[in-house]
Nanobody, 119 residues
Framework: QVHVVESGGGLVQAGGSLRLSCAAS????????MGWFRQTPGNEREFVAS????????VYADSMKGRFTISRDTAKNTVYLEMNSLKPEDTAVYLC????????????WGQGTQVTVSS
């Protein structure tokens, strides 16, 4: 089974940037289809972005388009989420999933990394 570990969260002021990392290991690792979700207390996990399958372009939630960029380092089995122009409403625990299909998380979850955006 694939194991993923997130890192890179922290406290940032509104308008700032952060880069999250998700390192995958174990099982049949592939960065294809890996993706990010986020969750705030009392709410369901929300899709953020995922890498495309078969060479397709990444997929983003509408509210993240133009601000967030998902990318990968295949050699390191690591997926990144570059977040720019952060807003207080982006405050959440960001979680990586090892297999996202049609915006649905079907793979392994990490423990998450907290992102807090202050106004």
């Amino acid at each position: 089974q694939v194991h993923v570990v997130e890192s890179g969260g922290g406290l940032v002021q509104a308008g700032g940037s952060l880069r999250l990392s998700c390192a995958a290991s174990g099982g049949t690792v592939s960065t294809n289809g890996m993706g990010w979700f986020r969750q705030t207390p009392g709410n369901e996990r929300e899709f953020v972005a995922s890498l495309g399958w078969g060479g397709r372009s990444p997929v983003y939630a509408d509210s993240m388009k133009g601000r967030f960029t998902i990318s990968r380092d295949t050699a390191k089995n690591t997926v990144y989420l570059e977040m720019n122009s952060l807003k207080p409403e982006d405050t959440a625990v960001y979680l990586c999933n090892s297999y996202v299909l049609g915006r649905r998380p079907l793979g392994s979850w990490g423990q998450g990394t907290q992102v807090t955006v202050s106004s």
